[in-house]
């Protein structure tokens, strides 16, 4: 069982809809992470949270926007995706931020979106 | 940048050794890491190993680095069908993000 919790497990979209994924863990991590996962490759980083602020943002397009309410949940807005958007998308978190020495990252299962 | 390779696909019998390689360029990783991703599900941290270490054993799995080589390898004893999995190893970047290798298929036959 994994201790960072996703939802929905599954997602089906428009290009034209909004929705959000949301990712929780109660394991008192520092930081939060969003990678995006295309089939049969390596996950990519998207955002870094670090003490609920925005650490890193590696120049995802504007249609993602993140959001960190309060240390233990993470948020992903979503609008007007594209097709190739269609992936799985992981959350992380781990004790340390970046930086901040041994940070072993602990994922969840995942969100799997599909854009229509 | 940082490259981490794997070798694609892995294939064992039961009951065998299995070991997965990795190679990366970037020596400055203070801890290199084994992740285990099974099908529809997220990454599962398998185990991690500090950089002045050489090998690191917990169980069935047993991690060996070599900095000179820039090699970091992870056999898993005695592999069971519930092995059957992609592995990713993971290297600290620039500011300590992952780095994560390409990813190494093993699939495990009776």
């Known amino acids: 069982d994994t201790e960072v919790t996703q939802t929905p497990k599954h997602l089906v979209m428009g290009m034209t809809n909004k929705k959000s994924l949301k990712c929780e863990q109660h394991?008192?991590?520092?930081?939060m992470y969003w990678y995006k996962q295309k089939a049969k490759k390596p996950p990519e980083l998207m955002f870094v949270y670090s003490y609920e602020k925005l650490s890193i943002n590696e120049s995802v397009p504007s249609r993602f926007s993140p959001e960190c309410p309060n240390s233990s949940l993470l948020n992903l807005h979503l609008h007007a995706l594209q097709p190739e958007d269609s992936a799985l998308y992981l959350c992380?978190?781990?004790?340390?931020?970046?930086?901040?020495?041994?940070?072993?990252?602990?994922f969840g299962d995942g969100t799997r979106l599909s854009i229509l | 940048g940082e490259d981490v390779e794997q070798s694609l696909f892995l294939s064992v019998r039961e009951g065998d050794s299995s070991v997965i390689n990795c190679t990366y360029t970037d020596s400055s990783s203070t801890y290199l890491y084994w992740y285990k991703q099974e099908p529809g599900a997220g990454l599962q941290l398998l185990t991690y190993?500090?950089?002045?270490?050489d090998m690191k054993q917990d169980q069935r799995l047993t991690v060996l680095l070599n900095k000179k080589d820039k090699h970091l390898s992870l056999r898993i004893a005695d592999t069971q069908t519930g092995d059957s999995a992609i592995y990713f190893c993971a290297v600290e970047g620039g500011t300590d993000k992952l780095i994560f290798g390409t990813g190494t298929r093993l699939q495990v036959f009776p």
């Open positions: 992380a978190s781990s004790h340390n931020p970046p930086g901040g020495g041994n940070q072993p990252q602990h």
């Open positions: 394991m008192g991590h520092r930081a």
């Open positions: 190993i500090f950089s002045n270490m």
